[in-house]
């Protein structure tokens, strides 16, 4: 199973939500090989609930994952900013996802934030995976954490954006983390658009199609982590891809539009 850890539903969070954008980064991401890949959605995004809605009417859940008619799996998740400067990652049940999502809702301000600690005992009463998102990237300090309370976590996450702007230091630090904290590190794009999908995946031995399979394998070290050749290119044209479709939605253009009408040509 090649499964992408850490991607988004969306170009960037203060944009609407536009199901033609996500179907299209959907069919992009079956393209690419993934068989698997864990929607981690700001949590502070717009219309999160939205995309969830329209992800459960256009697919079939098989275990904890939703399964699209391209066969692509989806395991639902949210990405959340804690008080101290860093992102975590939390993965489980549809409706487990959009009930935290809702209970963040007085957290979503940037000075709002739930502490770590905080964060992890409202995670503690449901059945998600949680784990540190690109733990060593500028601003996050999730790191410098007492170690009971970084012993919470389950993964980590090592990021293909880090990985492609320094490699080594991204996996040092990194692999370093994970073994201090006798947690898995498994890796994400951290894609918001369909180039950098593929720059980096987790490669599963066995299929999972529930948290706690995924939980297992993971624990069992029965994967290992492929990073793409082209990573580095993949991310530094995703980032250009962004902020151009960015400057076309804020100029009063259709990007969308753009992406798809090229796709069908």
């Not at 904890?64 to 489980?92: C, K, Q, Y």
């Not at 809702?105 to 502490?115: A, N, R």
């Not at 994970?178 to 999908?197: C, E, F, K, M, N």
Request: glycine content about 8%; hydrophobic content about 40%.
């Amino acid at each position: 199973m090649r499964l992408d850890f850490h991607t988004h539903g969306k170009l960037a969070k203060k944009l609407p939500f536009s199901t033609a954008y996500t179907d299209w980064l959907f069919d992009e991401a079956h393209r690419a090989g993934l068989d698997a890949l864990c929607l981690t959605e700001h949590f502070n995004t717009l219309q999160f609930d939205e995309l969830y809605g329209y992800l459960s009417s256009v697919s079939r859940p098989v275990g904890d994952v939703l399964e699209l008619s391209n066969g692509l799996r989806v395991f639902p998740g949210m990405e959340t900013d804690v008080a101290e400067g860093g992102h975590i990652l939390s993965i489980g049940p549809v409706e487990a996802i959009l009930e935290l999502n809702r209970r963040l809702e007085p957290y979503k301000e940037k000075g709002c934030f739930l502490p770590f600690a905080r964060l992890m005992d409202l995670f503690d009463q449901y059945p998600v995976l949680v784990g540190c998102g690109h733990p060593y990237r500028a601003g996050g300090h999730v790191p410098e954490l007492p170690q009971e309370q970084l012993g919470r976590l389950s993964f980590l996450d090592l990021n293909g954006k880090d990985l492609a702007l320094d490699r080594a230091r991204t996996e040092e630090l990194t692999y370093a983390l994970g073994q201090r904290l006798g947690i898995p590190v498994v890796s994400g794009s951290d894609t918001h658009q369909a180039v950098q999908y593929g720059c980096v995946t987790t490669v599963f031995e066995r299929p999972c199609t529930s948290v706690a399979a995924l939980r297992t394998e993971m624990e069992a070290g029965r994967y290992e982590i492929q990073l793409s050749d082209t990573a580095e290119a993949q991310v530094r044209t995703a980032s250009l891809l962004k902020r151009s479709l960015k400057e076309i939605h804020a100029l009063g253009g259709d990007y969308v539009s753009i992406l798809t009408s090229q796709a069908i040509a």
